[in-house]
């Protein structure tokens, strides 16, 4: 009776500890959940719409000027300029691939993440393992998480040199143009 007594309470007791940590892992979950969410709402910019219109405009500017400009020397600033318009333009497309990346890694997360919740839940899979799932995930959401502040520091320095850089070019191709229509 004793020992029947002693494997019942011990049961109990392995129940309790696996019940302890499942709520700790539900509430590591919980914050990776919410890390994502803050994530995911500092990647929505308003000014991220007007980037396909900034892209065609700095095209038609470029454009325009390789058109329009004729001649055998150039300013040294002026080439420094129109060196760092096309990198900030060419910079559009590769900032773009990290926007959509990052978006993609976060739905992707989002459903891992749901569908851990609900392993641990009602304790299915592995059980031993989760910590080690939760660990893996941990650092998924890290990684998402440094990609997003570089995806952030890169659109920055975009709009910092569209900026800077936007109106000096429009306004040197929009001469170019009208000089090059009066030769005519």
Do not use: W
Request: positive net charge.
């Amino acid at each position: 009776m004793k020992k029947l007594k002693f494997i019942f309470f011990s049961l109990l007791f392995l129940v309790s500890c696996a019940d302890l940590q499942r709520e700790s892992y539900l509430k590591e979950i919980t914050q990776l959940q919410n890390s994502l969410r803050e994530i995911e709402g500092s990647m929505t910019d308003a000014r991220l719409s007007e980037i396909s219109s900034i892209k065609l405009k700095t095209m038609q500017i470029e454009l325009r000027i390789k058109q329009n400009l004729h001649l055998d020397t150039i300013d040294v600033e002026l080439a420094k300029k129109l060196d760092a318009y096309k990198i900030m333009r060419r910079s559009i497309k590769p900032m773009m691939e990290q926007f959509a990346n990052v978006r993609e890694g976060i739905k992707e997360e989002k459903t891992v993440l749901r569908n851990l919740r609900q392993d641990i839940k009602h304790g299915r899979g592995e059980r031993q393992h989760y910590a080690n799932y939760i660990r893996f995930e941990k650092r998924k959401v890290e990684q998402l998480n440094e990609l997003s502040k570089d995806y952030h520091r890169v659109k920055e320095q975009f709009f910092q040199d569209y900026e800077r850089l936007y109106p000096p070019i429009e306004a040197l191709s929009e001469s170019l143009l009208s000089k090059n229509q009066h030769q005519q």
